[in-house]
Structures are given as structure tokens and as C-alpha cells.
């Protein structure tokens, strides 16, 4: 199992380049002009409890720790796919077309998104002319603009379907693009490959992947027959008819007597709680690796696909919770889930000449074939799940798997992303169902893809939490903010031909940032993030500056007429090509901007 991505920020020190009172830089005033007037300072409301602030307490502060990110579900966010009778995805509707309902009741929608492909590629910020002392301006090279993450459930893909589906994207690695980036991942944990554009690596691990079965290594028949699905409605459903047909089933493989069918159903017992237990391991290491590969996907700047290639596989319904947190942690990091059922061509189980049968009653076969039936139905309700909760695509009940991994390597043209804060929301960790309709004049005949539900939170976010996800979230995003007035510049320093230093600089303008008044100071506190990416996508090195400003009113009156704050943080590097994040956020406001930058260090 890949090991889950763990991003710990390291607070260094701040770099502030000061003017006023020797706290702040100093950028003079263009000729002639007039400054912007200096946004006012708030009161402070008597309901808040800001601590006392020492007169000598000094302007400009810093802070070091560790930056602790925990994920917060106050906002539902829903995909939604919406296609036309002929299968054409529809990329024209509005708001107003829309309609979600949460557990029957209709909601609120306060923010409506529609993505089209290939408008969120990375894009490289400007840099800043740089004189000879401060280092040359760094280069713009060519950035990945799509991550696929090519996930193979080699625990359940029977060795026919896992080298069919292996080599189709074989074929399809072939024609990756210059600016993709593709990894492997199983379910296993072997065999797997991360983010390259080395096709030759890529190809040769590809052929590598085995079956690895936990539940079933040898292939060879069990007595009685009990399939995951059938050992789960006998634990799970107290089904009198699955033990029955088990017991049925022991008896005659067992060839035991009919004076012993109590014998003969303790043993159907025994064996379905093996199934059951070894059923439950394979999907829960299953459910956990596509929850890493979705984290560490969430950690690529660019568009994320996740291609799923499995026969599909059941999940109880203990493992809702975690499909739901799945599909929580995809859809706010902006991961598509694209599934592959590699079974093909459905084929009815039981017209399967190779499975055996003890018995030849009539009527035991008639409800056997029925569990096997439905096993292997519910056996995909997985793949679909994961496909309509993220804006996905299923393909499924085709043997042409070439087409299906074409299909499968992009997401769809336009998708929508509705969001909405539940109403009354009870913190007890509940499911809630949701339904979502549209509405066209004159009325159309559409498909509508979307999520099915979500788990509420056990607790609510408090405000510093849901800082830290909002500031997380930005900096493996490559969607630009510009909330508050910030530029990124960019330099590079060569010490070697081995060594190198990237500068990233922020320069943010005062005069647009809300302060609080408390005590005789005007207070904020501005985070500053910078991120470094190598050519590949993968995260390199983060720092986290926090300045902690408590201004008195005559330097912020000259910090208005005169400032420019600028915060300067340094990467050491080899040469090479690396793209930058940059995300900053106030904590009067609580306004944020994130910007991307690239460098090219020959």
C-alpha cells in the first residue's frame, strides 16, 4: 500500500523588508499620483475576547510550528455530470437549473461552478526583472497539465481480465501526452510506479502485476461454495435461505447423511465466517488504497484522474463511511474517478460451465444461480459509486477495453459543482441521501450523474481548523485566487553546477488588507505558503510564514502612503524545472490568494 501523504509545513524565518519605523519596505509613490486611501480599521465588538495587547509589544512578530491540517465536511460539495439523450455532455445550464435535495427536503445551493476541461491547467505566474546582485529571473518551462493515476485491483482481477485490462493500458501509455504525468498503483501495494512521463518504466512495471488474492490464492474450490456476497447476507442479514442453501451445499460436497444436517450447518457457519472475514480484509485494504491514491493525488497541481481497473467487489454496508469520506476527499481536492469493469461483456454466472455443483436439485440451483446473480451485480455498485459521486465515467459491460481506457484517461468536457450548507444539520455522523434534478424550458430528456449522499460531521470545525483546510486545499489546487492584492516573483541563484537556490517573493499591498482595532493597534494576521513542485507534479518542500501584525495607527498610516510587504522565502534546489505554489490568507478578512509560478534552472 502506498504510504499516505503526510504535508508538515516548516515555519521558517520571515523575511520582511521594512520602511516605516524600520517595519516595513518601502516602495515609493508614483509621481503624481495620489495614494489609496487606507482601509479602516474595525473596532473591536465587545463579545470578542482578544487578550490585552502590551503597549511595547513589538509591531511585527513570527511564529514556528508545525502546520497540522485536518479536513472539515461544513460544506457539501456535489459533482454533477449532466448528459443529453444521444450521450453529449451538456455544459450550458445554470444555477437556477438546478435543484438538490438533502434527506427529501430541497436546499439552499450557495455556489455553483461549471468546469470545463482543460481551463484548470497550470499556469506560470510572471517573474519579476531581477538585476545581476539579486539573482536571474527565473525561466517558464512546460508544466504537467494532467495526472492520471492508473489504480489495478490485482486482489480481486482474476488473471484473464487483469491481462486483458493490463495491456490496454499498455496501449494507451503509449500515446501519453507531453504534458501527462501517469503512475500505477495496486491494490496490493506491488508493482507500483509513481507520477513519470517514462513510458519505458511505466510499460515495464505494467507487465509485472500479478492476481495477489488474499482470500483466495490457490483458485481451488471451497466446500460448500459460499461467495462473499452470500457469506455476508447469513452474518450481516440473519438470511435464513443463504445458511440453508450453504448447509444444502456442505452436506453434499461433505457427502454427509440427513441425520447430519445440524453438523452440516455449523460447518456452512464456520465457513461463511471465513468467507466474511476474508472478504472484509480484501475490501477494506481495497477502500484504504483508493482513499491514498485520492490523497496522493490531491497533492498534483493540475487536472487528477484516477482510472479504477477492477471486476468490481462487495462492500458491506459497514464500509459506508468510508466510500463516503472517499468520495469527501475526491471532490474537494478536485479528483475524478474514472471505473473500468474489466469483467467485459457481462456473462451470467450461471452459465459458468467451470463452477462446480455438489448438488443437481432443481431447486437448489434455481436459488443459487440467483445469489450468484446477484452477487456479481452488487459487485459493481463500488465502481459505479465512485464514478457518479466524483463526475466520473463508468464503462462497463464492454469487452473493447482499448476504448474504454481512451475514454476513461479524460474527464468530461463540462461538469457543474453545486454546494450547498445543509440546513439543521445534526452533528452525529448520519447518512444523508441526496437527489439532484434539473430543470429546462422547454423540458429535455437528460442523464444526471451525480453524488448519492454524505456522512455528517460528528463535530464542528472551529475557525483555526477550517483555516488550515482552507490554506491546504489552495496549495495542491492550481486554481488561482486574487482575493487579496498579492504578486509572486521568481529567482534563482546558482551556486554550482549541482546547487541552486529558488526565491520566491511575495509582495502584498497594505492598503487593500483589513485590520482590527484592539488596545491603540490595528491587528491582522497574514499566512504566507510557499510550495515547490518538481517537473513531475510531486510536492518537494513547503514553508508556512505567519506575520503577526499589531501596527500602531502612525506606522500604518505610513505603511498606506509608502508599503509594499513583501516576504521572501528560499529553496535549495539542483537545476531543473519545478513549478511554484504561492497562498496567502488574512485572518481579519479572511480573504486568500493563491498564485502559480514555474522555473526553469538550466
Known amino acids: 500500500m502506498i504510504e499516505p501523504l503526510r504535508v508538515h ?52 512578530t513570527q511564529k514556528e510550528a508545525p502546520a497540522v491540517f485536518k ?61 545581476p ?60 510506479v509513481d507520477f513519470t512521463d517514462d513510458i519505458d518504466k511505466l510499460q515495464a512495471d505494467l507487465l509485472l502485476i500479478r492476481n495477489r488474492s488474499i482470500s483466495d490464492p490457490s483458485g481451488m474450490p471451497q466446500c460448500p461454495d459460499i461467495s462473499y456476497y452470500m457469506a455476508d447476507r447469513i452474518i450481516n442479514y440473519d438470511d435464513s435461505q443463504a445458511l440453508s442453501l450453504a448447509t444444502q451445499d456442505a452436506m453434499a460436497c461433505l457427502g454427509l447423511p440427513a441425520q447430519a444436517q445440524q453438523a452440516a450447518q455449523s460447518i456452512a457457519q464456520g465457513v461463511a465466517q471465513q468467507v466474511f472475514a476474508m472478504g472484509q480484509q480484501e475490501t477494506h485494504v481495497s477502500l484504504a488504497v483508493l482513499k491514498d491514491v485520492v490523497r496522493r493525488m490531491s497533492a498534483m497541481p493540475g487536472q487528477r484522474i484516477i482510472v479504477l481497473i477492477s471486476p468490481g467487489f462487495i462492500s458491506p454496508i459497514e464500509y459506508e463511511s468510508d466510500k463516503s469520506d472517499i468520495l469527501d476527499r475526491a471532490i474537494k481536492a478536485n479528483v475524478v474517478i474514472n471505473s473500468l469493469d474489466a469483467r467485459g461483456l457481462w456473462v451470467d454466472p450461471t452459465l459458468d460451465a467451470s463452477r462446480p455443483n455438489s448438488t443437481s436439485t432443481p431447486a437448489f440451483l434455481i436459488l443459487k444461480q440467483q445469489y450468484d446473480r446477484l452477487s456479481a451485480h452488487a459487485q459493481s455498485d463500488v465502481l459505479a459509486e465512485m464514478a457518479d459521486g466524483t463526475g466520473g465515467s463508468f464503462f462497463e459491460n464492454n469487452n473493447d477495453l482499448d476504448q474504454g481506457m481512451r475514454q476513461l484517461a479524460g474527464a468530461p468536457e463540462y461538469h457543474y459543482v ?64 486574487s482575493e487579496l492584492p498579492v504578486e509572486l516573483h521568481t529567482q534563482f541563484f546558482k551556486a554550482s553546477e549541482k546547487d541552486a537556490t529558488i526565491s520566491v517573493v511575495c509582495r502584498m499591498d497594505p492598503r487593500h488588507i483589513q485590520f482590527k482595532k484592539a488596545d491603540g493597534r490595528n491587528i491582522n494576521v497574514l499566512t504566507v505558503v510557499s510550495a515547490v513542485f518538481d517537473r513531475n507534479g510531486n510536492f518537494l518542500s513547503g514553508i508556512e510564514k505567519t506575520v503577526d501584525l499589531k501596527m500602531k495607527d502612525e506606522t500604518l498610516a505610513k505603511l498606506m502612503t509608502t508599503g509594499v510587504m513583501t516576504v521572501k522565502t528560499n529553496f535549495s534546489v539542483p537545476p531543473g524545472s519545478y513549478m511554484i505554489r504561492l497562498v496567502v490568507r488574512d485572518s481579519e478578512g479572511q480573504m486568500m490568494s493563491a498564485l502559480n509560478g514555474a522555473v526553469a534552472i538550466p
Open 9 to 60: 509545513f516548516q515555519r521558517a524565518v520571515l523575511i520582511v523588508w521594512l520602511t516605516a519605523a524600520g517595519a516595513l519596505s518601502q516602495t515609493p509613490p508614483q509621481s503624481g499620483g495620489t495614494p489609496t486611501p487606507p482601509v479602516p480599521a474595525t473596532p473591536s465588538s465587545p463579545a470578542q475576547t482578544t487578550p490585552p495587547i502590551d503597549k511595547n509589544a513589538p509591531e511585527i
Open 71 to 131: 479536513t472539515r465536511v461544513d460544506m457539501v460539495s456535489v459533482p454533477v455530470v449532466v448528459r443529453d439523450s444521444k450521450g453529449h455532455v451538456v455544459g450550458t445550464l445554470t444555477k437556477e437549473n438546478f435543484q438538490v435535495f438533502d434527506r427529501g427536503k430541497p436546499q439552499e445551493i450557495v455556489r455553483f461552478i461549471v468546469e470545463k476541461t482543460g481551463e484548470q491547467t497550470a499556469k506560470a505566474a510572471k517573474t519579476a526583472d531581477a538585476s
Open 133 to 192: 546582485t539579486q539573482g536571474e529571473p527565473a525561466g517558464m518551462p512546460d508544466v504537467p497539465e494532467r495526472f492520471l493515476a492508473y489504480l489495478f485491483d490485482d486482489m480481486h482481477l482474476p488473471f484473464e481480465d487483469l491481462v486483458r485490462s493490463r495491456d490496454a493500458a499498455g496501449r494507451q501509455l503509449a500515446k501519453l501526452a507531453k504534458t501527462d504525468r501517469a503512475a500505477i498503483y495496486t491494490t496490493s501495494g506491488q508493482n507500483q
Open 418 to 481: 453545486i454546494a450547498f450548507a445543509p440546513q439543521n444539520l445534526k452533528l452525529d455522523g448520519s447518512f444523508h441521501a441526496l437527489k439532484v434534478t434539473v430543470k429546462t424550458n422547454p423540458p429535455l430528456s437528460l442523464n444526471i450523474q451525480a453524488r448519492k449522499g454524505y456522512y455528517a460531521p460528528k463535530k464542528a470545525s472551529n475557525a483555526e481548523e477550517t483555516a488550515k483546510a482552507e490554506i491546504e486545499e489552495s496549495v495542491f489546487s492550481r486554481d488561482e485566487l
